[in-house]
């Protein structure tokens, strides 16, 4: 178990370490995103701080945490919240086609008045730049939110950003729809150098030698046509778009531009399935393994 939360401080920007511009990326991952909560932890812990953030599916979430300065707030999340079946449960998806509820999540749960709400004030003072990634369903293509379309008590760019095709309706932001960043974007690496970052940590929540395959996306593309066929089209095409990206990262690595920061064993977990051990362990692992990154920025 983390230790006790602290709400509020936030984490001050992390500009011209060493003359570098750094950046951090949250691939999300649903509930294996719990070993990026363990690095972010061990980040806040080490008083880490980052120029930009950048958070894909559920690591929008774990950053947004991150940014405000609340250590320990998504472990809870995935510990405890998770484990109740108005956070993400079959007969959520029978009632409104809907596994994970995300307006109890980032709303019930987060909002000023909720069980366990986001410092919105500390995150938004941070000097740190925040994207968060969506999917446009329309398009196919991703649309780039930043800390400007948050505000407090409304969190629907983290809600679009987590909408998972098939187990979740899009979620519609002024008239558009989106889905799950991770299927326009999953690790957006160019986006981050093409922001100016010059030492990029990326959190995988797969082995960092994982690549996709096509297989398990080819059903909901299927499904997905029939109401997006563009957003089915980039779903279909994912795992390419991962493993492409994930090459890039792995060859930026060897240049000494990113760190990669993945687990070695997934603990039984996967995006929409999760235990309480192996909840536990992937934290743990994250915690241990997020000490590497405060010597890769200062190298």
Request: glycine fraction near 10%; charged fraction near 25%.
């Amino acid at each position: 178990m983390p230790r006790s939360a602290t709400a509020g401080g936030g984490y001050g920007k992390g500009s011209d370490m060493d003359g570098h511009r750094t950046a951090v990326i949250d691939v999300g991952g649903g509930f294996r995103g719990v070993y990026a909560a363990g690095v972010l932890d061990r980040v806040m812990d080490l008083s880490i701080a980052f120029d930009h953030c950048y958070g894909v599916s559920a690591g929008s979430a774990n950053l947004s945490s991150y940014l405000a300065g609340q250590p320990g707030r998504t472990y809870r999340f995935y510990s405890v919240y998770s484990a109740r079946k108005e956070y993400a449960s079959p007969s959520n998806y029978v009632k409104g086609h809907n596994f994970a509820d995300l307006d109890y999540v980032y709303g019930t749960l987060s909002n000023s008045d909720g069980e366990y709400p986001l410092d919105f004030p500390a995150m938004e003072a941070n000097p740190a730049a925040f994207t968060v990634v969506a999917m446009d369903a329309r398009t196919g293509h991703a649309r780039y939110f930043d800390k400007s379309d948050i505000h407090q008590d409304d969190y629907a760019v983290m809600k679009a950003s987590s909408s998972v095709p098939v187990a979740n309706q899009p979620y519609v932001i002024d008239g558009v729809p989106y889905y799950d960043g991770g299927m326009a974007d999953p690790i957006p690496v160019r986006k981050a150098l093409q922001d100016g970052a010059d030492k990029v940590v990326i959190v995988l929540t797969r082995q960092r030698d994982f690549h996709r395959s096509p297989k398990p996306d080819a059903l909901p593309a299927r499904i997905l046509a029939r109401t997006y066929p563009k957003a089915a089209e980039s779903l279909r095409n994912r795992y390419r778009t991962y493993n492409e990206q994930l090459d890039l990262a792995h060859t930026l690595e060897s240049e000494g531009k990113v760190l990669i920061v993945a687990p070695d064993e997934l603990c039984g977990l996967n995006t929409l399935n999760r235990n309480q051990e192996g909840l536990e362990r992937m934290y743990r692992k994250g915690y241990a393994d997020g000490a590497a990154i405060q010597a890769f920025l200062r190298g």
